[in-house]
């Protein structure tokens, strides 16, 4: 697996191959699922949160913000935020079938996705990060146990709006669709209850029999998935 500390520095050694900058088990998999979707080849390049490679200069100069995920494309234009990025994927990959042919059903999927990034992945980041929200420590308790239920109420809206859909935008599997199962993992991972969100389990069981998810999970170790993979092997 190729990390970015044995890469050169810089964006000009990037061009060729479309790749993406991603650590194993964060918000990156949807992206790195949605990559594997199309069949094309790109480069998967690990950025590890946890021994902070995301803030090394390699990376900085690729996102500056510092947040996994980043995409540079075949021409060495970087893309950020996994909403651009699914929907950049989805439509520069139109074999794919990852996102509907009409426009007011690509925004709806816009709409969806941005809902993901602004709320159930900020209740998660309140919910292990409080001292991004507030300064004084005597109040990180609380917010902890409030983003906690907030987060789990979002898996319930999730669940909810599957209902008995196929897939999270109804018959068809969307890049939305990746995307929600990244907030089943974390669930997993926090101790959340998931056996109950009935529609979400079996969305995620029918995510697990796609190749493409087995490959992209495999090839992470993704921490929140492995209890599942072992069952399956
Ligand atoms: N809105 C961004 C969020 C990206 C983000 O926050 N990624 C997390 C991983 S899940 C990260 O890189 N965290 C590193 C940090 O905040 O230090 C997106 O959806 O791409």
């Known amino acids: 697996m190729e990390n970015i500390s044995s890469l050169p520095s810089g964006l000009a050694d990037l061009k060729g191959k479309t790749v993406l900058f991603y650590s194993p088990g964060a918000c990156s998999l949807a992206s790195h699922i949605a990559l594997e979707e199309t069949g094309k080849p790109f480069r998967p390049v690990e950025t590890l949160l946890g021994k902070q490679q995301h803030l090394s200069e390699n990376y900085l100069a690729i996102n500056p913000r510092g947040k996994v995920p980043a995409l540079v494309t075949a021409d060495g234009e970087v893309l950020t935020e996994n909403t651009a990025i699914l929907t950049y994927v989805a439509l520069s990959n139109p074999d794919a079938r990852l996102i509907p042919t009409r426009i007011l059903d690509q925004a709806r999927c816009i709409a ?3 809902w993901f990034s602004n709320t159930p992945h900020i209740f998660q980041k309140a919910k292990f990060r409080p001292y991004h929200f507030a300064d004084r420590e005597e109040v990180h308790g609380d917010i902890r146990e ?15 709006m599957i209902g008995d859909q196929t897939w999270i935008m109804g018959q068809d599997y969307t890049v939305v669709d990746p995307y ?37 999970l495999e090839r992470e170790q993704n921490p929140h998935f492995q209890t599942y993979l072992a069952a399956l092997r």
């Open 146 to 160: 409030k983003a906690a239920t907030r987060f789990w109420e979002c898996l319930i809206e999730i669940d909810q």
């Open 112 to 114: 969806q996705m941005a």
């Open 180 to 216: 929600a199962f990244v907030f089943f993992g974390w669930g997993k991972s926090n101790g959340l209850p998931m056996e109950t969100l009935l529609n979400f389990s079996r969305h995620k069981d029918q995510m697990l029999e796609r190749p493409a998810v087995r490959t992209v």
